[in-house]
């Protein structure tokens, strides 16, 4: 299974100055690591759904 690591200070910055450059909107730190763990779970959803895909058709 795919385990979501905790991010270094220099992966949230990195993070926080793409999305306030993107948005526009200055964030907190709290919602930035909110905003990592999120997108990681997201990553991983995309991630397995492929997956599962690939299965599903070479089965068929």
Do not use: R
């Amino acid at each position: 299974m795919l385990e979501i690591k905790s991010p270094t200070n220099e992966e949230l910055q990195q993070l926080k100055c793409f999305l306030e450059a993107k948005f526009g909107v200055v964030f907190t730190d709290a919602e930035i690591l909110e905003s990592y763990y999120s997108l990681s779970h997201l990553g991983k959803a995309i991630y397995l759904f492929c997956k599962q895909q690939e299965v599903k058709n070479a089965t068929s």
